[in-house]
């Protein structure tokens, strides 16, 4: 595996809420300088994915570094 300079890194994410799948193997990383948007439509994840980042919803599988 290679070593990455990522200051952010979700690898293979799940969330669920209940039987909803809120998460499917979210992927994503993020480098020094970066700038980043996350575009959906309602009920896509968005706030999902940035309050998996903030530890403020715990995942139920996968990584963030």
């Known amino acids: 595996m290679k070593e990455s300079n990522a ?33 959906g439509p309602s009920g896509s994840g968005k706030s999902t994915v940035l309050r998996s980042i903030n530890r403020l919803e715990e995942i139920d599988r996968g990584q963030i570094i």
């Not at 890194?9 to 979210?26: H, M, R, W």
Request: hydrophobic share 45%; aromatic share 10%; net charge positive.
């Open 7 to 39: 200051i952010i890194q979700i690898k293979d994410v799940y969330k669920y809420f209940g039987k909803l799948c809120a998460l499917n193997k979210i992927n994503l990383e993020v480098n020094p300088g970066e700038k980043v948007v996350v575009i």
